[in-house]
């Protein structure tokens, strides 16, 4: 089925979440969005105008922790010299 293609808001959200919405583990976050990866294969032909996820970390007494001072990071995939000129 071809992703809608509406113009009011065409954003996606997806969600992780640990069973019972416990807190995940690192290793479980990681395998989230591994899978999250994997499901987008199918629309290869398209492109992501922008992802923005927002995490909430909290420590082992569920307190919530802020693990950088801006929290903010701004990621560039890496593309090496033979993606960049089709090769």
């Known amino acids: 089925m071809p992703p809608s293609s509406k113009k009011k808001n065409a954003s996606s959200k997806i969600k992780i979440r640990g069973k019972d919405n416990a807190p995940l583990a690192m290793a479980e976050l990681r395998q989230g969005l591994y899978d999250v990866a994997r499901k987008m294969e199918r629309y290869a032909d398209y492109r992501a105008k922008w992802v923005t996820l ?34």
């Open 54 to 87: 927002y995490l909430t970390v909290v420590d082992e007494d569920g307190n919530e922790v802020l693990i950088d001072k801006k929290g903010e990071w701004t990621l560039h995939p890496y593309r090496s010299a033979a993606d960049e000129h089709g090769a």
